[in-house]
């Protein structure tokens, strides 16, 4: 009975490793293949007791001023403009046809009736303590999109469309 046990856990922890090394696979294809765009930030507060210094971040695509009908999960349309900076068009349930200048991000909504708003991207982006001065003047946040809609967030950007190191 404790050899099946011991070939059912070398087994399960060959199938994590394996999990854990397709997922860094993945994101590192993301990085290298996927196209840059700027999302615009909403202003948020910067800190956090239990986690340190961090941004929270909100993107002005999330916020819908008035009520619609969203479904929970699908994806966002942007349209790139000639600075790299993207700008919602439409939320899509499927897949479509895409032009140059236009790139789909995986969304899902929260469900929230009163104040919608749908989450793209990563929502918090952490850094060293005391160094939260700099990060006061992102307007953007750099998301690398590959052609399936996923996401990573690679930066922060200032005003001037310069990384902020």
Same mark, same amino acid.
């Given at each position: 009975m404790?050899?099946?046990k011991?070939?059912?856990?070398?087994?399960?922890?060959?199938?994590?490793?394996?999990y854990f090394?397709?997922?860094?696979?993945a994101?590192?294809?993301?990085?290298?293949e996927?196209?840059?765009?700027?999302?615009?930030?909403?202003?948020v507060?910067p800190?956090?007791?239990?986690?340190g210094d961090?941004?929270?971040?909100?993107?002005?695509?999330?916020?819908?001023?008035?009520?619609? /009908?969203?479904p929970?999960?699908g994806?966002?349309? =942007?349209k %790139? $403009?000639? #600075?790299?900076?993207?700008?919602?068009?439409? @939320?899509?349930?499927?897949?479509?046809?895409?032009g140059?200048?236009?790139v789909?991000?995986?969304?899902?909504?929260?469900?929230?009736e009163?104040?919608?708003?749908?989450?793209?991207?990563?929502?918090?982006?952490?850094f060293?303590?005391?160094?939260?001065k /700099?990060?006061?003047?992102a307007?953007?946040g750099? =998301?690398? %999109? $590959?052609? #399936?809609g996923?996401s990573?967030?690679?930066? @922060?950007?200032?005003?001037?469309?310069?990384?902020?190191?």
């Open positions: 404790t050899k099946i011991s070939i059912f856990i070398v087994i399960n922890l060959l199938l994590l490793i394996g090394n397709w997922s860094i696979y994101k590192e294809r993301i990085l290298s996927g196209k840059l765009v700027l999302i615009e930030l909403a202003p507060d800190r956090s007791l239990m986690q961090y941004m929270h971040l909100n993107y002005k695509e999330n916020t819908f001023l008035e009520k619609v /009908k969203i929970k999960r994806f966002c349309l =942007l %790139i $403009d000639s #600075n790299g900076i993207g700008h919602r068009i439409a @939320l899509i349930k499927d897949m479509r046809p895409l140059n200048d236009e789909v991000v995986k969304y899902f909504f929260d469900g929230n009163y104040w919608p708003s749908i989450h793209i991207g990563a929502e918090s982006y952490f060293q303590e005391g160094k939260g /700099k990060y006061e003047a307007k953007y750099g =998301l690398k %999109i $590959d052609r #399936n996923n990573i967030l690679v930066g @922060l950007y200032n005003k001037d469309l310069k990384l902020i190191l």
